[in-house]
């Protein structure tokens, strides 16, 4: 069945409004900037089933940038891996939905990510054992822009590379800031295109909440290598940290601020899109 992106994406971002700021968390800035990569990943591309979610054909997605992690639970709960009722529990005594993403007892996620440089690695392993077990699933993994500043995932990267590993698939959240400053101002990345290229990777450049445009990229990526080279892709979307309320947008105050009160409020009114 068909899924609208565009309205999962609405709900991706209301639940982790609600479930950051009953929960007390962080983050919601992180989970705006991406909601729109979720939405077209679980809604059109990811091959993926919620009635076997262990399936061995299933396509693999690690969302690297643990933080995000009530995006991703949101998306699996829109479509139907776990109930919508469980995200009210996300980040309170006892539940399986941590702040940061966690696989134990959540069916759908690949693997627990926080610590920021470990899913690319990871990711590549998983890639590299599916290659030789004559797998065809993709592997795909989601990474932060600050998280680039991690030695751990050039090393991934130069591995990845030799290995022509085609099979997988990373898309950075480009959104120019990280949790203390911007991008440039902490360790830029500039050149970022020349750079993955470098390594030997096929990388493109996309509007990361234009939902077309996410969608046919990633569409072209899962055509194999033009040159033959067996290259891993590399996608770069270019984001807003906070997208879709004003006052969160460019502002790296919401990478670890709750919204509560009159805050939250607005921030629902404009997400659910009847503003004043």
């Known amino acids: 069945m068909e899924i609208n992106t565009i309205e999962l994406a609405r709900r991706i971002r209301l639940h982790a409004l609600e479930m950051t700021s009953r929960g007390e968390s962080s983050h919601i800035g992180s989970v705006l900037s991406v909601a729109d990569i979720l ?13 076997d979610p262990t399936d061995p054909s299933r396509d693999r997605f690690i969302l690297s940038k643990g933080h995000a992690g009530a995006g991703v639970y949101a998306a699996l709960a829109e479509t139907g891996f776990l109930p919508t009722a469980r995200l009210a529990t996300h980040c309170q005594d006892g539940s399986m939905l941590s702040g940061h993403v966690s696989h134990k007892n959540v069916p759908g996620v690949e693997f627990s990510t926080g610590s920021l440089g470990h899913g690319l690695p990871v ?29 751990s995932n050039w090393e991934a990267m130069l591995f990845a590379a030799h290995q022509q590993l085609d099979n997988l698939l990373v898309i950075v959240d480009y959104n120019k800031l990280q949790s203390l400053a911007s991008v440039q101002g ?8 020349d750079k993955w290229a470098s390594f030997g990777w096929l ?7 234009d939902h077309q445009e996410i969608r046919q990229v990633l569409e072209q990526a899962s055509v194999p ?34 919204a509560r009160g009159a805050e939250y409020q607005a921030a629902w009114r404009e997400l659910a899109g009847d503003a004043a």
Request: glycine residues 10%.
């Open 39 to 51: 939405a077209v990943l679980y809604g059109a591309v990811l091959r993926i089933n919620p009635a």
């Open 225 to 258: 290598d033009p040159l033959g080279q067996g290259r891993p892709k590399c996608l770069i979307a270019h984001t807003v940290k906070g997208k879709g309320v004003s006052f969160m947008e460019h502002q790296v105050l919401w990478h670890y601020r709750t």
């Open 203 to 209: 990388v493109s450049e996309m509007d990361g909440h």
């Open 123 to 151: 990711a590549a392993g998983m890639a590299y054992a599916a290659r030789m077990r004559r797998q065809s699933h993709r592997v795909v993994v989601l990474l932060s822009d600050g998280e680039c500043d991690e030695g």
């Open 186 to 193: 902490t360790l830029g990345l500039e050149p970022f295109v």
